[in-house]
DNA sequence: AACGATATGGAGTTGCGGTTCCGTTTGTCA
DNA sequence: TGACAAACGGAACCGCAACTCCATATCGTT
């Protein structure tokens, strides 16, 4: 049905040229960006950015699917670091500063709640975060009651944050939610 | 130089039924409400809401002044109940569940963050919020490193969670990020 | 080189929704 | 109850941005 030819050389440029504008002008203006923009900046016609995504929520979607595939990048370094405390917070924070960068992030946390879990399962995103979470309550260092989904619940209340105020503040009085009762964080300073 | 004559009775009433109506569209579709949608609900033509607000901008900030005095209101009922730290959960409980039952607040938090800072002030909710932080750190249930802001801080991170997830549960893990170092919440079951 | 198949650019189309305008209605006051 | 200002309704207007279309250009294959 769906035969896959190989695209021609300049389609497969421009694609490229493309998503990368695409990631440039999303990323600031969030899903109003507009297709123009994105084609004038991949110096393409916008027929061109039509031909390769049919639809601009279609666009917006392969960039959503990069980002969570990011995200799954993280949590698998995030295995890689030996303290499983230090992994879990690497991870939220690189989340967190990922969608504070990009506003294509945090309106799926907000506005497409499906395709975020979908994708998150598909990219293998979910089971990185079981695992995570899995690793550092068997070290102790991570309440028991807390489950995988939880760090994709903390991440989105992240990205509701508002750049008056600081989202780093907010994760470190989450971070002292997670701890087991002994020692906490010091926010004063 | 801004006579204020006072209003026509239809006028007053047609006023009425127009924010009451706004309330209902807006609370369900958030600031991508249409007027016309309004104006229907409301049983009046377009042309009167706009002789009532001159901008669908100016309607919506209208609707949002209104939720800050809301959770002003709330603040207020919190800081007369007795222990204080159930004084910070009843508010933050509260005030979650109103962003969660209408996008116009969320949509406040998300993308006018100084006009959120600016409104809160003026309707004296940062200062009740100082006060409720200020008497359980008194009474010694609260971390003495919170601060007043720290409430719309947490506020607004819960209105990051969307709706596949909860952000009671969200709220507990904060709670006990807020909590000195003893007794933390079972987020089990 | 030459010929299809594939891909491109960008002017034009379309639809949507905020805003305006004005002929009509309603309230108020004498 | 008559007259005037205030207010109303809703068809029409207008700008904006997603999307279409097709004459033209480019690629890849023989």
């Not at 600031?28 to 507009?34: D, E, F, L, N, V």
């Not at 990922?98 to 395709?115: I, K, N, P, W």
């Not at 990205?159 to 105020?165: D, K």
Request: proline share 3%.
């Amino acid at each position: 049905m769906t035969e896959e030819r190989p695209l021609r050389a300049d389609a497969r440029r421009n694609r490229e040229a493309i998503l990368k504008a695409a990631r440039h002008i999303f990323a600031k203006h969030g899903s109003q960006a507009q297709i123009d923009d994105v084609a004038k900046r991949a110096k393409v016609g916008v027929g061109t950015v039509y031909r390769h995504f049919p639809t601009k929520e279609a666009l917006f979607e392969a960039l959503a699917r990069d980002k969570f595939e990011r995200l799954a990048g993280l949590a698998d370094t995030a295995m890689g670091i030996e303290d499983p405390w230090e992994g879990i917070v690497f991870f939220l924070k690189e989340a967190a500063a990922l969608q504070a960068a990009d506003r294509t992030l945090s309106e799926v946390f907000r506005d497409h709640g499906d395709f975020m879990v979908d994708t998150a399962q598909s990219c293998g995103l979910s089971e990185l975060g079981d695992r995570l979470v899995q690793r550092a309550q068997d070290a102790g260092v991570l309440r028991d009651d807390i489950r995988g989904t939880d760090l994709g619940l903390i991440s989105c209340s992240l990205a509701g944050v508002p750049p008056v105020w600081s989202w780093e503040r907010m994760l470190d009085i989450a971070l002292d939610g997670l701890r087991p009762a002994d020692r906490l964080t010091d926010l004063a300073g």
